[in-house]
Every structure is written in structure tokens, then in C-alpha cells.
């Protein structure tokens, strides 16, 4: 496990969230954010952002925890997140997860880790 992240957040997948991010092969550090500032905020009860330290082809993932899949789905629309090979965004239950690289296989593979493993 490259990553023993905690994250200090109140929300019911929190934990669920962390053991994901902890078992992503690249070394995650924290990255400021500001989730405020996107629209429908106000349906987002908490957010992260993590940003690989690898300088070629770096990772970003992004995690806004909601209260419902509704309002997730509904702040990846009104914010016109990406949908490319190198962009992607998606849900689980109550939590949207972006996930940004160069490297299209490593936004697969972790979209994968974040939608296949429970």
C-alpha cells in the first residue's frame, strides 16, 4: 500500500473512501480545494482533492460526498464535468469521484478501483 491516507471528514463513506484511495498504486498528497465554489454546492456536505507526486503524467482525484446519488449526479452535470479518455467522472452511492490524467489507462484503471472493489 503506497498511501495511508485519513481523511478528516464526516460523512458515512468516509472510511469507504479512504481504503479506495489507499490502494491506488501511486503516492497521494493532499491538494487544496475549494468545493464551495462549484455550483449546487450546497449539496455537497464535504470534499477532497488528492494529486500524485509522480511529475510525468500526474493523478488527480477529486471526491465531493452528497447525501444522495441524486444531488452527486445533478453537481456533475450543473459543473459540466469532463467525460474524456483523460478526464472522467462517476458515482458511487452518495460520493462523485473525478478522476484526471495525461494517461487515460490510469484514469480507467482507477474509475475502475473506485466503481469494482467493495
Known sequence: ?????????NHP???RMEYFLNRIDEVLVAAPFEWRSWKKSDCIHD?????????????KI??????SYHEANTIGK???LPYLPT????INGDV?????????DKVSDILG???GEE
Do not use: H, Q
Open 113 to 115: 478501483l473506485f466503481a
Open 47 to 59: 470534499g477532497c482533492r488528492f494529486v500524485s507526486v509522480k511529475e510525468k503524467d500526474p493523478v
Open 78 to 80: 450543473e459543473n459540466k
Open 96 to 104: 462523485l469521484y473525478l478522476v484526471e490524467s495525461a494517461d487515460a
Open 1 to 9: 500500500m503506497k498511501n495511508t491516507i485519513v481523511l478528516s471528514i
Open 13 to 15: 463513506n468516509a472510511k
Open 62 to 67: 477529486t471526491i465531493l460526498f452528497c447525501d
Open 87 to 90: 478526464a472522467k467522472w462517476s
